[in-house]
Structures are given as structure tokens and as C-alpha cells.
């Protein structure tokens, strides 16, 4: 396939999460418990997932205008009667960001997602580790482009993440991005300082290789994670982040590896793939890999779960083979 020229499309998805950061950021000082309903899944949203939603869209959208956005939330879920009075709050916070931003404009501009789209379209996870956010804790803005089912571009905003993980008391908010054949960067969130990212050169066996995984137990299968971790010699306690921001975590050498193991309990369980898709590409441009434990690579494009899939392994790509060859032997070890 020839290269794609994208500099636009990563300048307009480079404001467009900088702008949802800035919304989210004002919303963790002044949200109140009202402004939390559950979804039909019994998982928190927040006026802040559907104002980044709303904020995202309507940029990419000017820009362009017939891409479509395959994003989480549902503009449907503001009509229930839980959440009565939350479209006033949502647009409310938007107008700090957007001043044009009026409660029936803010409703349409969340409504104009699709849950599927098999051409060319834009990925997005408005907030990505909700409860992160609600803790003041890790949470991400990520958004990615898909063209031809493969993902060539990924901005991933992380308000929270301290820029050096070793100086978790210093300057905090980073912006990740990657375009397809150009490499990996973080940035700060107001854009003054850019650098690139890149894996760590880690192999099995030293004592830097680093493991991170989700703080949400239901999220993985941890009790296997840790036999595999065991089995292969990782020494180290596992760094536990809410979001995509264990891509970034990768992306950057804090860790060599992620790993998102099937959860017994929800063995049908198959990925959604705005909670994958710009880490992806972060991990893979900053020279590591991304690949399911069967090690086949991840299948986007093709509706709103990675279907063809099952769980999710992102290391430094040394470690890669080692990793795959532990889970199909089940943990026992070497």
C-alpha cells in the first residue's frame, strides 16, 4: 500500500483531543455526583465522557465532514429519565471549550457516531478508564484513524500521566501520537515540548523487564498473569493503570509488557476497539508489537469489537515470542 499522507489528519486529531483534555480537566474540579449516571452495562459515564465526545466529533467532523467516527457513548442514553438534566450539564462544559456549544447542537454532535464502519473511519474513546477519571487517576482521550482495516494513525491524551514515570510528582499531561511509518512522539498537552518514543530494549530475564496491567481485576484474567509473570522470570510487581495509557507505558520503555487476558468469567468477552486502537499503532511505531495471545495480529474494521480476536498482548516485540509461547503453554513455565 503507499504511504499515506496525513498531516492534516494529525494536526486536526491533535486539537481535537487537546480540546477534550481541556474539558475533562475542568470537569474533575467542579463535577458533582449528578453529573454520573450507569450505562445498560452497569459502567459509570460521566458528563465528561459525553462532552470529550461532543467536542472530538465536532472537530473532526468540520474537518471532515464524511469520515465517520465510531465512538462508545450513546446520545440515547441522555433521554433516559436517570439522567434528567445531564444534557444541560454536558453543554454547559462543552461552552467553556466550545462557546458555540448549545444543549440541542451538543446532543447532535454525540449522536453523530456509527458503532461499525467498514471503510475509512475514525475510532474514538471519549474516556478511556471512566473510573480512573472519577478517582483523579489515570484516564485517556483516544483517538485513531482506521483506513483499509488497519490502524495508521493514533493520538492518545493522558491529563494525568506524570511525563517521566520515575518523577510521579513532576509536570503531569502528555499527548502520545503515531502515524504509520513515521515513528512515535509524546508531547506535552499544551504542545511546548515534543519528543520521540521508543521501546526499552529489555530481554526476558533482566531484571528492567516490567510488566503493567489494568487496576480493574475484571478486566483480565490477573491470577493467570501473574503465573505467566512467575513462569517467565519477571521479578518486578506489575504496574497496575486504568486507560490506554499502558500503551504509552510501553511506547516509552516504562514497561515492556501489557497483557489483557481473557477473563474466565466473561469468556465471550471480545475487545471494543476504540480501547485499543491508538495504543496500538503507539506501541508498534515506537518499535514493540501488538498482537493477540494466539499472537495474530489485531483485526480492526470490523464492527465495534475486535471479533477475530482474543485478548491482547503489547510488549517491546524482544520479549514478544517468549510471551505468546508462555500463554499457549498455559503458565506452566519453561
Given at each position: 500500500m503507499r504511504e499515506l499522507s496525513l498531516k492534516k489528519e494529525l494536526h486536526v486529531a491533535m486539537e481535537a483531543v487537546k480540546a477534550a483534555a481541556r474539558l475533562c480537566s475542568i470537569v474533575q474540579k467542579e463535577m458533582v455526583r449528578q453529573d454520573t449516571i450507569s450505562k445498560t452495562d452497569r459502567t459509570p459515564v460521566t458528563v465528561a465522557d459525553f462532552g470529550s465526545q461532543?467536542?472530538?466529533?465536532?472537530?473532526l467532523k468540520e474537518a471532515f465532514p464524511?469520515?465517520?467516527i465510531v465512538a462508545e457513548e450513546d446520545a440515547m442514553a441522555l433521554e433516559r429519565e436517570s439522567a434528567k438534566g445531564l444534557l444541560e450539564r454536558v453543554s454547559f462544559f462543552v461552552s467553556e471549550v466550545l462557546p458555540?456549544?448549545?444543549?440541542?447542537?451538543?446532543?447532535?454532535?454525540?449522536?453523530?457516531?456509527?458503532k461499525e464502519a467498514p471503510g475509512r473511519h475514525w475510532c474514538l474513546d471519549p474516556i478511556d478508564g471512566t473510573k480512573g477519571f472519577l478517582r483523579g487517576d489515570q484516564y485517556?482521550?483516544?483517538?485513531?484513524?482506521?483506513?483499509?482495516?488497519?490502524v495508521r494513525l493514533g493520538v492518545l491524551a493522558c491529563p494525568n500521566l506524570p511525563w517521566r514515570l520515575d518523577q510521579p510528582h513532576g509536570a503531569k499531561g502528555v499527548i502520545f501520537h503515531a502515524v504509520e511509518g513515521r515513528g512515535a512522539f509524546q508531547t506535552t498537552l499544551e504542545g511546548e515540548e515534543m519528543e520521540p518514543i521508543h521501546v526499552s530494549r529489555a530481554r526476558m530475564g533482566d531484571p528492567e523487564v516490567?510488566?503493567?496491567?489494568?487496576?480493574e481485576p475484571s478486566h483480565s484474567d490477573r491470577e493467570t498473569q501473574e503465573k505467566l509473570a512467575k513462569a517467565m522470570g519477571i521479578k518486578e510487581p506489575p504496574i497496575r493503570m486504568d486507560s490506554q495509557a499502558k500503551y504509552g507505558l510501553v511506547a516509552r520503555g516504562d514497561a515492556a509488557l501489557y497483557l489483557r487476558l481473557p477473563n474466565p468469567n466473561t469468556p465471550d468477552y471480545k475487545e471494543k476497539v476504540w480501547d485499543h486502537a491508538a495504543g496500538s499503532i503507539l506501541v508498534r511505531e515506537a518499535g514493540g508489537r501488538v498482537t493477540d495471545i494466539e499472537?495474530?495480529?489485531?483485526?480492526f474494521g470490523l464492527g465495534e469489537t475486535l471479533r477475530n480476536n482474543t485478548g491482547v498482548v503489547a510488549t517491546n516485540g524482544l520479549i514478544h515470542e517468549t510471551v505468546i509461547e508462555a500463554i499457549s503453554r498455559g503458565a506452566q513455565g519453561p
Open positions: 461532543a467536542i472530538v466529533v465536532k472537530i464524511n469520515d465517520p458555540d456549544a448549545e444543549p440541542e447542537k451538543v446532543r447532535e454532535w454525540i449522536g453523530l457516531v456509527k485517556a482521550i483516544a483517538l485513531a484513524l482506521v483506513v483499509e482495516r488497519e516490567k510488566m503493567c496491567e489494568s487496576l499472537g495474530m495480529p489485531l483485526f
